[in-house]
């Protein structure tokens, strides 16, 4: 088990970026993968952005592809969803999210850490 602890987001418009955190403690994490999943109201938790924690492999929703990226940073144990180009409809509370093994995969139900959530408000 990892815990991990999530900054970022926030209220803008249009156009606008940011770039969520996502900080990662409590054991090795060598193999692990970790994700990015947004929800909005009434909405289901779907998948936005993974990243294997060893070999950076990354694999993007394609609602974000072009817009949003992630990446890890493993001397701060952090990994970030740097989003462009934002939309009304990446409204969304976000959340990080780790899998202990296996493949990116976009299923939120196979990840076994999640973060607290974070909102993420764009305004038209």
């Known amino acids: 088990q990892v815990q991990l602890v999530q900054s970022g987001g926030g209220l803008v418009q249009t156009g606008d970026s940011l770039r969520l955190s996502c900080t990662v403690s409590?054991?090795?994490?060598?193999?692990?993968?970790l994700g990015w999943f947004r929800q909005a109201p009434g909405r289901q938790r779907g998948f936005v952005a993974g990243?294997?924690?060893?070999?950076?492999?990354?694999y993007h929703a394609d609602s974000v592809k072009g817009r949003f990226t992630i990446s890890r940073d493993r001397a701060k144990n952090t990994v970030y969803l740097q989003m462009n180009s934002l939309k009304p409809e990446d409204t969304a509370v976000y959340y990080c999210?780790?899998?202990?093994?296996?493949?990116?995969?976009?299923?939120?139900?196979?990840?076994?850490?999640w973060g607290q959530g974070t909102q993420v408000t764009v305004s038209s």
């Open positions: 409590g054991r090795t994490f060598g193999s692990y993968v």
């Open positions: 999210a780790a899998r202990a093994r296996g493949d990116i995969n976009t299923n939120w139900g196979l990840y076994d850490d």
């Open positions: 990243i294997t924690w060893s070999g950076g492999t990354t």
